[in-house]
């Protein structure tokens, strides 16, 4: 899972909790269903270096994301999750590697 797995997967996702370099975020059953979805869900964690730990609860049914906050800006990884937009969604996804990669 990296960053645009997330901008696929966000309309089953939620913030629960958020601080700069951690979020919590909640998915919902409907990822279940979704074939393509589920697929994605369960590919191999890629993310960047910047991203310090992830930790997948299927119980809670939540994903914890630790992160450099000095390198991944909080309000951007809010707003990938939280846009209903894809061409916004899309330029974040670019905006994030763009600041992670050069």
Partial sequence: MDFSTIAKLRKYLSIKHSLPGRIRIKFSLGIMKDKEALALAQSPPEMPDAVTET?????SRTLLIEYDAEQVPPH???????TDDDDRAA???KEL???LFG
């Fill in 76 to 82: 951007l990884l809010e707003e990938l999750i939280t």
């Fill in 55 to 59: 930790n997948l609860n299927l119980f």
């Fill in 97 to 99: 590697h763009e600041i």
């Fill in 91 to 93: 330029a974040i996804v």
